[in-house]
């Protein structure tokens, strides 16, 4: 892998170039972006060696397109239509139902892989971007056998030399389960921030009053409305579907309370204790 | 202050007694726990130097009730009764206005003092204590002005040497407050496990899916249920009040995104980043 081409060189795409640099010392990553304060601080960061425009990437070894879910749906059909019939091309986007369905008869489908690392912060930009934000996380792909033998196991071999886990998934599973394990608990921590903020917002001092408990709960209300929007977009079935289910349980919650039923609120808690044996092992 | 009672040598009385020990290392640190096996471990982590009976407390300095909220309310008036006139008893609880409520007219009313530490983990028991969890978090104290004057140096100079942070409130703006700083995020991360879990227990391959988003989010659904559960029914009012608040907003969330608003849903994200300015300073 000689000449990579990183397409919005923000948390994901830039960690993911600090790790493929490591990896191939040789290789030259470019970076494309509309934002040219990211381009010049990922310059200056040593996170890409040059900047690049989008018709470049025709002589590109492997592209990676790492920018907003609704935007990669118009930007891979392009992208592929440009690239040659030795170069990978991998998205990393939240959602993969669209984005395999809009490529599903591009004639050069076997050039693409759709992967969705499971790894990020509240943060976003190539500042955001570290290197060890993706060894030992989960890397999802989906419809492998869509693309050419060779380019898969180019791609795998990045991922597992990176230290990842593979997990393979067809789209639609993806995007119905990501609901639950991702893009709920945005919502409900966005809507708990909104609550406590709409409540408190005159009242400063109250802020002396959050632990670490509000922090972590609310951790995730700092993230992106720019990257979020299209997600929950693009996956709204399955997102709606996660509200009223999560609805549901805190108004039965608000009514065991009403009615003094505190034995209820007790079992409702230790049963969900069990969350604890689920997530040993979780990095 | 030489003789030093905790009763319910868990998280915070556990962490409370190891910075005592070291601001005193003269004191005699004395535990009492209903709890046999708590006390042993309490013993051979050198969290407490011996066991006591509660009958002891006559012979306290510095009583600590750091028991569940629904049985400190039983078990203070009691305690009150032993003391001597010099003795500081001091709570640690997270509702306030029951546990000032059920002492106000007790005739050494003077000897307490109400506060509420704000810190603590997902964990609990004397394992879980450790010495950094009370340094720089604030402690709120209530009804100061009940509390006799060389008692209530006594406190704030214990914690103002731990190294926390002061603030005066009243009980009732404290529950109220509280509700919305801690306890909803508790029902919050509470009912978004039960929602995961419920969805996909029969599917153990999908928590590979889980993020560093969905665990920071869930923590504390880890949380003690016995510890819990008191809790929520002594602020029942103000935590279905925050509950209502909460579902409102979730629900008008899931309501733009079936109408298709994804504007309205980005600008909801927008305002609710505020919360970076707010968080910001807090350990």
């Known amino acids: 892998m000689k000449n990579i081409y990183i397409i919005g060189i923000g948390l994901i795409g830039g960690s993911l170039a600090l790790n493929i640099k490591k990896l191939h010392p040789e290789a030259v990553i470019y970076g494309i972006d509309n934002n040219p304060k990211h381009l010049e601080e990922a310059l200056s960061l040593h996170i890409i060696d040059a900047k690049a425009e989008i018709e470049d990437v025709k002589k590109a070894d492997l592209v990676v397109l790492s920018i907003p879910v609704d935007t990669s749906v118009i930007e891979l059909p392009k992208i592929l239509d440009m690239v040659s019939d030795e170069t990978l091309v991998i998205d990393v986007g939240s959602t993969k139902s669209d984005i395999c369905k809009v490529v599903d008869k591009h004639p050069k489908r076997r050039n693409f892989l759709a992967t969705h690392p499971i790894s990020g912060t509240e943060f976003s ?41 593979i997990r393979y998934m067809n789209p639609e599973a993806h995007d119905k389960h990501i609901a639950y394990m991702s893009h709920l608990s ?10 406590v903020i709409d409540k408190e917002k ?11 408990g509000f922090e972590s709960t609310v951790r995730l209300a700092k993230s ?7 997600i929950f977009e693009q996956n709204k079935i399955n997102v709606i579907e996660t509200l009223e289910d999560y609805i549901k349980n805190l108004t039965q919650f608000k009514e065991l309370m009403q009615q003094d039923d505190f034995d209820a609120i007790f079992r409702e808690m230790k ?11 979780i990095a």
Chains 1, 2 share one sequence.
């Open 224 to 230: 992106s409305p720019e990257m979020w929007t299209p």
């Open 125 to 165: 930009g190539p500042k955001a971007a570290f290197m060890e934000l993706l060894p030992n996380k989960t890397n999802i792909i989906c419809e492998v056998e869509k693309t050419a033998f060779k380019l898969q196991q180019k791609a795998i071999d990045l991922f597992v030399n990176i230290g990842m886990r």
């Open 202 to 212: 005159n009242e400063r001092d109250i802020f002396d009053m959050a632990g670490s």
């Open 271 to 281: 049963n969900t204790n069990y969350i604890k044996q689920i997530l040993k092992g």
């Open 186 to 195: 945005h919502i409900s921590s966005f809507m708990l921030g909104k609550t």
